[in-house]
Every structure is written in structure tokens, then in C-alpha cells.
T-cell receptor, first 116, second 110 residues
Framework: NAGVMQNPRHLVRRRGQEARLRCSPMKGHSHVYWYRQLPEEGLKFMVYLQKENIIDESGMPKERFSAEFPKEGPSILRIQQVVRGDSAAYFC??????????????FGEGSWLTVV | AQRVTQPEKLLSVFKGAPVELKCNYS??????LFWYVQYSRQRLQLLLRHISRESIKGFTADLNKGETSFHLKKPFAQEEDSAMYYC????????????FGAGTQVVVTP
């Protein structure tokens, strides 16, 4: 099992451009989570998705950020009109179903976004 | 709202010395607690979860509900333990939504 795959690992964007981060969950996992790690801070939950559904987006900024997990293909975290404050590491995680005492959330290696 | 506090940003220990990383949480219910480790710019790896009560790489952690703590301990630190350690909490009403502490950087020097 290849694990949670994220790409690109590193992305540089100019202010005002769009950033798209992709996440392929572990095989057999249908739940995806996105977290953001700002410099010198811990990870902050952004959004929880199942196939074609957003379950919890309470951590998503109200503007410019969106996420999807289509029926086919990877989950996408999209940031429009990026600003310097969006520079961070974005981690994707997945689980086979709702994590309970028998399950675990597995993380990808992260995508580092730098806005110049 | 739930909160996870890791009071130490940096912990520097000598190889072979004991190491303890503090984690306190605030949540009125029964949370599930985790420790994750992140080696330099790599993925977060689950180190421990309190319900499994297992020891990984010599680390142990006990949930103390009275003190609302889940401190991580290892009796003899190794150089390969140098990493960032995150304590995290998940609640029964928000499965999948991990609340992380700010992390503790551990540096083990020979």
C-alpha cells in the first residue's frame, strides 16, 4: 500500500495565482482530511470529505479556499488568489471509515506552498 | 471547546537520558488521545493512541483523566528520537477532526 500520496510536494506561486494541491488516499480509504501547518504552529484542521461530500468544513477560511473529493480521482484543495499568509504546509490524511477505536488516520507527506 | 497544550516548544536531552513530553487537554467528555511524530519534513506518523496502550519505539503514554494529561515518556532517549512530537485529541462528536497541540521539538545530543 503506497500510503497517502500528495502532490506536488513543493509549490511556488506568485500572489494572486491559484494553487491546487492533490491528495490520493490510501487504497480502500474513503475519508479524506486536510490540515494546514503554518510556520511555528501545529496542524489545524481544515476540512473533512467523503466521496462527493463535504462532511465538515469548519476549519476552512471563508473565502478563496475550496476542497473536493470527486467520485473518481484525487481530492483537491484549491486556493484562489493566493496571498503570502497562505504559505504553509498542507497535509492530507485518510481513513477507511469514520475513525473509531479500530481505525487510524494516516497522513501524507505534505505539500509545501510558498507564495512569493 | 477542546484544547491541547504542549507547554514545551523545545526539549533538549542527552542520549540515554529519560525524556518526558507534556501534553494537557481540556475537554469535558471522554476524548481519544494520540501522539504523532514528524521527522524532518516528513509525514506525520502515529506513535501512540491511548486506547491501544502499547509501547512504540520505547515510548509510553498514560491518560490521566484527573489531571487531563497524556504525557509521553521514554526512559532512555536515542539520537533517532530527534523529531517533532505532536499531541492530538479527537472527540466522539467530531470523529476525524484531530485537535493538535503546537508540538514539541526534541533534540537528542550524543
Amino acid at each position: 500500500n503506497a500510503g497517502v500520496m500528495q502532490n506536488p510536494r513543493h509549490l511556488v506561486r506568485r500572489r494572486g495565482q491559484e494553487a491546487r494541491l492533490r491528495c490520493s488516499p490510501m487504497k480502500g480509504h474513503s475519508h479524506v482530511y486536510w490540515y494546514r501547518q503554518l510556520p511555528e504552529e501545529g496542524l489545524k484542521f481544515m476540512v473533512y470529505l467523503q466521496k462527493e461530500n463535504i462532511i465538515d468544513e469548519s476549519g476552512m477560511p471563508k473565502e478563496r479556499f475550496s476542497a473536493e473529493f470527486p467520485k473518481e480521482g484525487p481530492s483537491i484543495l484549491r486556493i484562489q488568489q493566493v496571498v503570502r499568509g497562505d504559505s504553509a504546509a498542507y497535509f492530507c490524511a485518510s481513513s477507511p471509515r469514520v475513525p473509531d477505536s479500530g481505525n487510524t488516520i494516516y497522513f501524507g507527506e505534505g505539500s509545501w506552498l510558498t507564495v512569493v | 471547546a477542546q484544547r491541547v497544550t504542549q507547554p514545551e516548544k523545545l526539549l533538549s536531552v542527552f542520549k540515554g537520558a529519560p525524556v518526558e513530553l507534556k501534553c494537557n487537554y481540556s475537554y469535558s467528555g471522554s476524548p481519544e488521545l494520540f501522539w504523532y511524530v514528524q521527522y524532518s519534513r516528513q509525514r506525520l506518523q502515529l506513535l501512540l493512541r491511548h486506547i491501544s496502550r502499547e509501547s512504540i519505539k520505547g515510548f509510553t503514554a498514560d491518560l490521566n483523566k484527573g489531571e487531563t494529561s497524556f504525557h509521553l515518556k521514554k526512559p532512555f532517549a536515542q539520537e533517532e528520537d530527534s523529531a517533532m512530537y505532536y499531541c492530538a485529541l479527537m472527540t466522539t462528536d467530531s470523529w476525524g477532526k484531530l485537535q493538535f497541540g503546537a508540538g514539541t521539538q526534541v533534540v537528542v545530543t550524543p
